[in-house]
C-alpha cells in the first residue's frame, strides 16, 4: 500500500501548469523553438539542395525545437514528475540534451556560414546570423543549469553521457562528409569500420538515461560498453590508417579549392574528424579502465 500511495501522490502532482512557460526557463524555450522554426524556414526558403551539410542543418533546426517542445509539453503538465518516479533522471535529461543542441547548432552555424555565406550573399549571411542565434540561445540554458542553478548531472549531463554525444556527434560529421570511396575496397571497410560503433552510442547513451530499463537488462552494461570501447579503437585505429593512404595517395591537394565547396576539403575533414574519434573512444576507454572523471571503472 506505501508503494501505491507513493505512485497516486505522485501522480497527483501532475497538473496543467502554465506558469511553466512564464519562468526563465520556459523563456529560454519558448526562443529556441521560435528562432529555430524562423531559421528552418529560411533555409528552406532559400531553396532544395543535395549537398549532405545542408540537410544536416535542416534536421538540426527541426530535430532541436522539435525536442524542445516534448520538454516544455512535459514540463508544462508536470509530467517530470512521473518520469523522475519511474524511468529517469529529468534533471540531467533536459541539461543533456541543451548541451547537444548547443554542440549541433553551433556546428551547423559554422558549416552554414562556411558554404553559404559570401560578400554578396545577404540571404545566406540572414540565415547565418539566426543560425548562430539558435546556438546562443541554447547555450544560455547550458549555462543556466549548469553555473546559475548549479545541476548536477548523472549521466547525459554528466561527462561520461556527454563524452558519448561528442562520439555520436563526430561519426554525424564523418557520415555527411564521405564522398569518393565507392571505387576503393580499402576506403568501403573504413565506411563500414565507421558505421558498426554508431548504432550502438545511441542505446548505450538511451539505456544508461532509462535507470529501469538498465536494472533489468540480463548482462552487466558497463562491461559491454567496455568491450564497446575496445572494438572502436580498434576500428578507428584502421581507419585512421587506412583513409588517409587510399584517399590521399593520388589525390593531391588541388590548385584550386574553394572554401564554399572543394570535395578534397570535404574528404579532408573525414580523416580530420576519424582522428577526433580515435582520441575520444581512446580515452574514454583510458578514463573507463582507471574509473577517473566519474567514468565507472570495469
Given at each position: ?158 561527462l561520461p553521457g556527454f563524452w558519448k554525444v561528442l562520439e555520436a556527434f563526430v ?128
Amino acid at each position: 500500500m506505501g508503494v501505491i500511495g507513493d505512485i497516486k501522490d505522485t501522480l497527483s502532482k501532475a497538473v496543467f501548469s502554465p506558469s511553466t512557460l512564464m519562468s526563465g526557463r520556459g523563456g529560454l524555450h519558448m526562443a529556441q523553438i521560435i528562432l529555430c522554426l524562423v531559421t528552418f524556414l529560411l533555409g528552406a526558403f532559400r531553396g532544395g539542395s543535395s549537398h549532405t551539410y545542408w540537410i544536416y542543418a535542416m534536421f538540426t533546426w527541426a530535430f532541436c525545437p522539435i525536442m524542445t517542445l516534448i520538454i516544455t509539453i512535459i514540463e508544462l503538465f508536470k509530467l517530470d514528475i512521473v518520469l523522475n518516479m519511474f524511468c529517469m533522471d529529468w534533471s540531467d535529461f533536459t541539461t543533456g540534451m541543451a548541451m547537444s543542441s548547443t554542440l549541433m547548432t553551433v556546428s551547423v552555424a559554422i558549416t552554414y556560414a562556411n558554404f553559404y555565406a559570401c560578400l554578396g550573399c545577404l540571404y545566406g549571411w540572414i540565415v547565418t546570423i539566426f543560425a548562430f542565434l539558435c546556438g546562443l540561445v541554447y547555450a544560455l540554458e547550458v549555462v543556466k543549469d549548469k553555473i546559475l542553478d548549479k545541476k548536477k548531472g548523472s549521466y547525459l549531463a554528466a561527462l561520461p553521457g556527454f563524452w558519448k554525444v561528442l562520439e555520436a556527434f563526430v561519426s554525424c560529421m564523418i557520415f555527411i562528409s564521405l564522398t569518393g570511396y565507392r571505387d576503393s575496397l580499402a576506403l568501403i571497410l573504413c565506411v563500414i569500420a565507421y558505421i558498426i560503433p554508431f548504432p550502438i552510442l545511441p542505446l548505450i547513451i538511451a539505456t544508461n538515461i532509462l535507470k529501469k530499463l538498465k536494472k533489468c537488462l540480463p548482462f552487466n552494461l558497463d562491461r559491454f560498453v567496455f568491450i564497446f570501447l575496445v572494438i572502436s579503437v580498434i576500428l578507428y585505429i584502421f581507419a585512421a590508417i587506412m583513409w588517409p593512404i587510399f584517399m590521399f595517395r593520388h589525390n593531391p591537394y588541388p590548385n584550386y579549392c574553394p572554401p564554399s565547396f572543394c570535395i578534397w576539403a570535404i574528404q579532408f575533414m573525414v580523416a580530420f574528424f576519424t582522428y577526433v574519434n580515435l582520441i575520444l573512444f581512446t580515452l574514454d576507454l583510458i578514463f573507463t579502465l582507471l574509473g577517473i572523471c566519474d567514468f565507472k571503472r570495469t
